[in-house]
């Protein structure tokens, strides 16, 4: 019967969870889709067409949950079965392999401290999580599967990393030349296998628009099945929602925290708003920018203009058109209003960048890597207006990343980690391009 016919199919599609673009000129797909092809056709970024609830039992027996059930928990609706629960279980868990915690800097700011993944930033997270379920998706395929990534830092390391020796997939990254720091290009330069580094003579932003322009190019998408592994991946951005869920794990108040978020693409704070939404307990969230303030002067009333990218020291951010703010605007129904209830921004310079990371190493003896020393001086500020609440900064990254900024700063060395050390030893390698789509596009052609 064609009624219920359509009753039936109009029910299980409430439960399948898809991903919509956010410019809804393309079809919903399901995750596997989102996950294989990165961006939409039409160029916008896919959403879940429905923002799942954690279930109350959930969250208030949130402290004796271990982490790796929790993520399990948190992930599978997105996942929604097309990965079997077991492997799903192994994936959460090996994604997740070493520690989050949440370390008291004053009596009112925490550090959740997210670098203490294999490429020392919070960035691993994602990489790891995308490259098992693409692992997943592509066995047993014909067609290898080409993942080309831009870099401002830290997401080529993470990538690499992530990705070493994943069968049927290669990974291309492309990262603006002197413009990340030694450890970050060793990281990026010296996996070999089955990963490459373009070093472009160019910016972050140089870098991204090579890569777009190559993900619509007809003859390169004949010759590869290309996809990203940006953040705009939905299986990289998903999963940062769970470092807020170990957060809120460790926090000792009854009172929700206000969480400072060191942002450039705006992908982890808003995996971070997806999690509010889902019903985790979040005072205020703060987008803290360096000069790149595209979002700041928005949120302040200004009209939404990307502008280029300025240079840092907080490089990871230097972000001048954020890929994931349209996101934001999607989780908040275009309603601006909402948006300004729930989220500040603030830009920081990199003079006091510097001050902060002194200050508080100084006063505190914490030592802040530069964006994370971002986070913090827009939280102390939100803080201080805001006399009765507390809050979280996420520190997204080891201040052994950026070891001149912080000698600048403290005219202290950052001790090197040993998990560290075995990569000066590596010889790294990459191959140099110009800063246009023409010359990455005659090199893929004719490798
Ligand atoms: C990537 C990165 C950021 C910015 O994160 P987005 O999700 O792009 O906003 C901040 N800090 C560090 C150390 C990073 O690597």
Redesign the pocket.
Known sequence: MRASGWNLAHCFRSFTMQYYSTLKKAEPVNFKQATITGQAPDKGLYFPEKVPMFDSKLLSDWKNIGKNELAFRIMKPYVNGEIPEEMLQDIVAETIDFDFPLVPITDRIWSLELFHGPTL???DVGARFMSRCLGYFNKGNQKKVTVLVAT????GGAVANGFENVEGIEVIILYPEGKVSPVQELQLTTCGNNITALKVNGNFDDCQAMVKQAFMDKDLNEHYQLTSAN?INVARWLPQQLYYCFALQQWGFDEAPVIS?????????CAGMLAWKSGLKVDHFIAACNANDVVPRFLLGDDYEPRKAVATL?N??D?GD?S?FVRIMELFVQDKNALQQMISSQSVCDETTLATIKQVFQRNGYLL?P?GAVGYKALEDYLQMHPGKKGILLE??HPVKFPDVVKQATGQEVPIPENVKPLFEKTPKSIGMDASFEALQKWLLNR
């Open positions: 930033a919070f960035k401002s830092g830290d997401t953040s978020v060191p942002s450039g693409n705006f992908g982890n704070i907080s990871a951010m972000v954020p994931n890597d964006h997204t990254a």
